[in-house]
Nanobody, 123 residues
Framework: QVQLVESGGGLVQAGDSLRLSCAAS????????MGWFRQAPGEEREFVAT????????DYADSVKGRFTISRDNAKNTVYLQMNNLKADDTAVYYC????????????????WGQGTQVTVSS
């Protein structure tokens, strides 16, 4: 069992940066690939970024490639999402998620989810 708690969301202006954190409970964090997803009002949840268990392999949605960076610190049981040059379209609730074995962009492959953190970008 893994419990995930996101933090770091907020209200920013277009062009600003934010760093989201997701703290995981348990001693087996390094066994899980991690992902960030987001959901805007009236929209379906969409993939943002994913990272493998060691942190050596990542993947991003085209909409955030070059602006967002996913990373993890297995010693701190934490995964991060650095978001630069934020746009109004990035406004959403951001969720972190954990899955066994390999990283994935498919939401329903993830076993554990956090409660989400709101990111609002004003234009």
């Amino acid at each position: 069992q893994v419990q995930l708690v996101e933090s770091g969301g907020g209200l920013v202006q277009a062009g600003d940066s934010l760093r989201l954190s997701c703290a995981a409970s348990g001693r087996t964090f390094s066994m899980y690939a991690m992902g960030w997803f987001r959901q805007a009002p009236g929209e379906e949840r969409e993939f943002v970024a994913t990272i493998n268990r060691s942190g050596g392999s990542t993947d991003y949605a085209d909409s955030v490639k070059g602006r967002f960076t996913i990373s993890r610190d297995n010693a701190k049981n934490t995964v991060y999402l650095q978001m630069n040059n934020l746009k109004a379209d990035d406004t959403a609730v951001y969720y972190c998620a954990a899955k066994s074995v390999s990283r994935s962009w498919v939401a329903n492959e993830y076993h554990y989810w956090g409660q989400g953190t709101q990111v609002t970008v004003s234009s």
